[in-house]
């Protein structure tokens, strides 16, 4: 126990006195303070977004509301209400954005076909997305392991080639209890530094501290355990600090680069990008289809400019009633392409979860927006949610239209709104991180378990 | 204090020791001379445990070096050929340290008056190592020694970079451990000196003690040719 | 002299077991990238030309029908693969593959790479060009951070200068040396790659093309040139080769990690782009209430009509031997393209300006050159994409001219009963993506060039500054 303490003493004295420790803590922790402020501004220009379309539904009904005289068609405010559908960022979003940048995260929906309102795209910066967002969660994943080699890659062979060795070794303790005090005093002033970082992104952020922050910050230990474990077995081989520094950094190249990036290429080979034209023809064609009926008597009508205000004779209305069902069931003969992809993504993402486990960064990477629900299964799971609000909105309308109901002052009430339900605690983060963790046991077991090649 | 019995070490198929045998009592200052790779460093790493014996045994205090590594050590003191220290730290700071992973705590002023009985000068006391010539270094490095309170002390050219008179200072600092009980070993090239302090002199070569002789029955020059003759 | 240095030099690295594992590792990967980046390409190649097929066949035998419901049917546009688009993936992951073009409306391209992925693909795309601008660069510094220390450790330096030779003949020489290294792994990947161009592109590589992977070459080397006289600069100056080598390391941890990344992210920080929904809503506003504000959709259509009847000098609408329908609906479409033009406009310079940013840290990381100029000339930049885009636009724009066009010349105001048929659709050219020549690509990227340019500049004259190093700095 005092030996602990000697050698932490004075491992703190002599990094207090480096330069390089010194310059290093200040790049990461300036690096760290601009991602916090960075994810924070992305996410809240999602959150703004979604504060403006709420505030355009609002008005936007109660300009309807207010225009509204007599009982009317039911069709003719459904064709006015449209509702936000919202996925909004859950405030760990701001630490990973993950995927949020990439897929839409609100509908504006209306009652009428699903099909043709949920083919969305976020508009972004290509190129900003192509080098991806400078959040908490890159610094974590991408720079902590390099400040860890910064500090940890010639933690024996510094002594051996400075010559204190010997001398510290001719003292009643190994040099397997050096390296271990050694890396444990290390480990602590990086994990104090992400947590420092981390508190800071609490404040910033204003986030709770809930189950997440248990989860995130285990994520984020075994994560750098595993990187000391790696220096650990690189300590072992004993060789010389240069090479040392070499085979770490190929290391991370290694899992942070390299190994992400094939699994990347082998998806993409075997799951190629598809224009998706079948679906897209399908769209257009089946529409078509509904509208050639209608279209030309509409522009028949407008050509002869009779007044706009909608026609009221029977037979407009049953033009409505037809349009309903055929949307609908277009809607319905579209349902299994729409699946087919979803699947198709689903199956990709699947696989790359699980080819992930080859690289502790992509395991972590993903730990990171599950927890944030940022990853790709949150953007389906709204789509879910999407098509279940679809339904109930379609239902109340239809109802009224096809039991030849009007709609009255108090129904505007009825209208369902739809209402986000976080998820409570992601549980596919958990198979990740027992991943995270067999890792981090192998590496440190293989890293314990190792003797020392040279003294 | 400081025993080897049969001690030999193949480094594949060169033998580094071979059938060394040696047994140096408290109060005993043992210098061994020998050419470069004699095996001198070697013997002094067995005793230190930094090399593990093919055969033989190395005791210190009594007590086996391959089977209690740690506690030996406890009995040990040791001054590298180049004594290098923790650049980034004082000579007091250092000094401090490694007295403490020894176990004792020293108060500042008693770790001064061991600097300064080294010959370290007062202002250099607290600053950086990495301002220190290497004579300077080796006298923290004795100061770390004496510091340990050792039973037994492992020199591997100690003098090696000191001035006349700290070699000659350093002389004294020995006789007076010697007088404390402490046993010596002591690998050097340097004749004059080993004759001058030492108890007894063993001569080495490709790994096995060649001659062994009392200091008081030679002269230096006897002992020089001695030493010639045989390597 | 240096001739003797760069021969010894050459001799001793391409012995160098550390060279050779090294250099087996890269060429490995190369291949991966090559293969696996070059059988994708392939595929999606493949697909777009039967689908471009399939769409266009479609367009052709919709049936005949009125024109301007032929123009609500609309058609799409994929875009094409470059040839030398596997080479460097580029922004293209990140955009949408396809176009739908139809009446009235201006449809974003849908469906990118990157919403059907796993989250990986935020890690990058593994390519021949990433290798080349990331790990390279580690494999040159890996060679050549020791490529001084090692000599100032083991005296042999002094012994080198105490001869008479400058210091920067003996640098020189060691730059030589180290290129012809590398250029065994660079050349036979390149000779690859061109095999590979060769194979992909179906009815001939093109001058252009052939100019883009000789440029990209040219590039390539330059920016290898920057990295190996950086290293040994860098080994010159240092006082150990642990030194070194930290120091080397730090300077590609900044230029290829985190500077890329900081600065495009500090461009979308300072430059705020609008958002999706304000962008769509101010469209869709103004469109409605014309482009001032001023003028909404009734006043305009009174005035049209007074205008048309004064030109064919009758009263009223039905008197008139064209269609007024169409005539409205063809200014209709003119307005919301003006409309939509602008706000498309005003974003591109929102990102125009981002990426500007970025830009100019290219100035300082020759990685940003290097990977901007590289997604150039492999046509998969975000430029081309936008080109794209625009000539998409255009392309819809005319076909819809084109249709309202004939339904007003031969029909009567109300007439909603003419038809085309096959004979008409097919008279609509098909959508041909026209590149960027070699002299547009070399035009949009001047900064890149001359960034490029300025830091070979810096490393020649850093190095023949040698010649006054002192001895003793040593």
């Not at chain 1, 290093?24 to 979604?50: A, M, P, R, T």
């Not at chain 1, 190994?259 to 064609?285: A, E, G, K, W």
């Not at chain 2, 008179?165 to 090239?189: R, V």
């Not at chain 3, 510094?141 to 002094?158: D, G, H, P, R």
């Amino acid at each position: 126990m005092k030996t602990i303490y000697i050698i932490c003493k004075y491992e703190a004295l002599t990094f207090i006195r480096s330069n390089l420790f010194k310059t290093g803590i200040l790049v990461v922790f300036l690096l760290g303070v601009y991602s916090i402020f960075h994810g924070k501004s992305e996410i809240d220009h999602q959150k703004d977004s979604l504060v403006e379309i709420k505030k355009h539904e609002t008005t936007n009904m109660a300009i309807t509301q207010a225009n509204f005289k007599n009982d009317t068609f039911a069709y003719i405010i459904g064709n006015l209400t449209f509702k936000l559908v919202d996925n909004p960022p859950s405030s760990w979003a701001n630490l990973s954005i993950g995927q949020r940048d990439i897929y839409p995260f609100y509908v504006f929906l209306r009652y009428w076909s699903l099909s043709r309102q949920i083919l969305t795209t976020e508009i972004n910066n290509p190129e900003k997305l192509l080098v991806g967002n400078f959040d908490l969660a890159f610094v974590f994943i991408y720079v902590f392991p390099l400040f860890i080699i910064a500090i940890g890659y010639n933690i024996v062979s510094s002594e051996r080639e400075g010559g204190t060795l010997h001398l510290l070794l001719s003292n009643p303790i190994s040099i397997y209890q050096v390296l271990f005090i050694k890396l444990l005093f290390r480990w602590v002033v990086v994990f104090l530094l992400a947590f420092v970082l981390m508190l800071l992104a609490l404040i910033i952020c204003t986030i709770q501290f809930d189950a997440v922050l248990i989860l995130w910050l285990l994520t984020t230990a075994l994560y750098f355990t595993f990187w000391f474990g790696i220096i650990l077995i690189i300590a072992k081989l004993s060789k010389s600090s240069s090479i040392d520094a070499l085979s770490l950094v190929c290391c991370w190249i290694l899992f942070v680069l390299i190994i992400p990036t094939v699994i990347n290429l082998f998806l993409t080979n075997f799951y190629p990008p598809s224009p998706r034209y079948d679906i897209s023809h399908t769209i257009r064609h089946e529409y078509e289809g509904i509208w050639s009926n209608f279209d030309k008597r509409y522009h028949v009508a407008q050509s002869r400019h009779s007044d706009n205000s909608e026609t009221t004779d029977s037979s407009k209305l049953n033009d409505i009633k037809e349009i309903s069902v055929l949307f609908d069931s277009y809607d319905e003969k579209l349902g299994p392409l729409f699946t087919k992809y979803e699947k198709l993504t689903l199956d990709k993402e699947a696989i790359g979860q699980e080819l992930s486990l080859l690289s502790s960064a992509a395991l972590t990477q993903q730990i990171y927006n599950c927890l944030a629900n940022t990853d790709a299964k949150s953007y389906f799971n709204f789509l879910e949610d999407v098509k279940t609000f679809h339904k109930e909105l379609k239902d109340f309308f239809f109802k009224k239209i096809f039991n030849d109901q009007l709609f009255t002052k108090a129904d505007f009430a009825k209208i369902p709104n739809y209402h986000f339900k976080p998820e409570n605690t992601p549980k596919h983060a958990f198979k990740s991180i027992l991943y995270l963790f067999i890792w981090t046991t192998l590496v440190l077991g293989i890293g314990l378990k190792m003797r020392f090649k040279k003294i | 204090m400081l025993k080897t019995k049969h001690l030999t070490k193949k480094y594949g198929e060169r033998f580094a020791l071979v059938g060394l045998s040696l047994d140096i009592e408290p109060g005993e200052i043992f210098a061994l001379l020998g050419q470069n790779g004699a095996g001198k460093s070697t013997t002094i790493n067995c005793f230190l445990g930094f090399v593990k014996p093919t055969s033989g045994q190395v005791y210190v205090n009594g007590l086996s070096v391959v089977d209690h590594a740690l506690e030996t050590k406890k009995y040990l003191a040791y001054i590298p050929e180049n004594v290098m220290l923790y650049s980034n730290l004082t000579g007091v700071e250092n000094l401090e340290f490694f007295s403490a992973l020894a176990g004792f705590n020293y108060t500042k002023k008693e770790l001064g008056k061991m600097l300064f009985k080294v010959g370290l000068q007062i202002s250099a006391n607290d600053q950086w190592v990495s301002t220190y010539s290497k004579g300077m270094r080796q006298k923290v490095g004795i100061a770390i020694a004496i510091a340990k309170n050792a039973k037994a002390l492992l020199l591997d050219e100690p003098t090696s970079g000191l001035d006349p008179k700290a070699s000659n200072e350093f002389s004294n600092i020995l006789n007076e451990l010697a007088k404390n009980d402490t046993a010596i070993l002591m690998a050097t090239h340097d004749i004059f000196r080993a004759k001058e302090i030492a108890g007894r002199i063993g001569i080495m070569k490709e790994g096995s003690l060649v001659s062994e002789i009392k200091s008081s029955d030679i002269t230096t020059n006897e002992l020089e040719k001695v030493y010639l003759q045989t390597v | 002299m240096y001739k003797i240095i760069s021969r010894k030099e050459y001799a001793m690295l391409i012995r160098d077991r550390r060279f050779h594992i090294l250099a087996t590792i890269v060429t490995i990967l190369l291949i991966v990238s090559m293969w696996a980046g070059f059988s994708a390409y392939k595929i999606i190649r493949n697909e777009t030309d039967f689908i471009s097929k399939e769409s266009r066949s479609h367009w052709i035998k919709q049936g005949s029908k009125n024109p301007h419901e032929a123009a609500h049917y609309g058609s799409f546009v994929f875009r094409p693969k470059s040839e030398l688009s596997f080479l460097d993936f580029g922004v293209t992951s990140y955009i949408g593959n396809s176009i739908y073009l139809e009446g009235h409306n201006h449809n974003e391209p849908k469906f990118s790479q990157a919403q059907e992925s796993s989250g990986l693909i935020r890690f990058g795309d593994f390519t021949v060009a990433f290798i080349f601008y990331t790990l390279l660069p580690l494999f040159i510094i890996f060679m050549c951070f020791n490529s001084f220390t090692i000599e100032k450790e083991e005296k042999t330096l002094k012994l080198m200068l105490s001869q008479g030779i400058g210091l920067d003949v003996i640098a020189w020489g060691k730059i030589e040396g180290f290129s012809k290294c590398l250029a065994w792994v660079f050349l036979p990947c390149l000779l690859i790659s061109f095999g590979l161009v060769i194979i992909g592109t179906p009815g001939g590589v093109s001058f252009n093309t052939f100019m883009r992977l000789f440029l990209n070459t040219i590039v390539f080397g330059g920016y290898f040139f920057v990295f190996i006289c950086l290293s040994v600069l860098v080994s010159i100056w240092s006082k150990s080769s642990r030194n070194a080598l930290l120091i080397l390391l730090g300077v590609w941890v900044m230029m290829c990690i985190i500077i890329p990344k900081l600065s495009a992210n500090l461009g979308g920080f300072i430059f705020k782009a609008p958002k999706n929904f304000e962008f769509t809503e101010s469209i869709r506003k103004e469109v409605l209430e014309g482009i001032d504000g001023h003028h909404s959709a009734d006043v305009r259509l009174n005035k049209l009509k007074q205008t048309i009847l004064a030109e064919y000098n009758v009263d009223s609408l039905s008197q008139l031997p064209i269609n007024f329908d169409a005539i409205v609906m063809q200014e209709a479409e003119k307005h919301s393209s003006q409309v939509y033009k602008k706000y498309f406009d005003s974003l591109e310079k929102i990102y125009q300006k981002q990426n500007y940013i970025s830009d100019i840290f290219s100035l300082i990381d020759p990685f940003i050159t290097v990977r901007n100029f590289s997604m150039s000339l492999a046509g998969t930049d975000y430029k081309t994409a936008l080109e794209f885009q625009r000539q998409a636009e255009q392309y819809r724009y005319n076909m819809v001219e084109k249709l309202q066009n004939h339904m007003r010349d031969y029909s009567k105001t109300g007439d909603w009963e003419i038809k085309v048929n096959e004979n008409f659709f097919a008279k609509i050219p098909e959508f041909k993506f026209k590149k960027f020549s070699i002299n547009d690509t070399i035009t949009q990227n001047w900064l890149s060039i001359i960034s490029l340019f300025v830091w070979i500049q810096l490393c020649i004259r850093f190095i023949s500054n040698l010649k006054n190093f002192k001895m003793n700095d040593l």
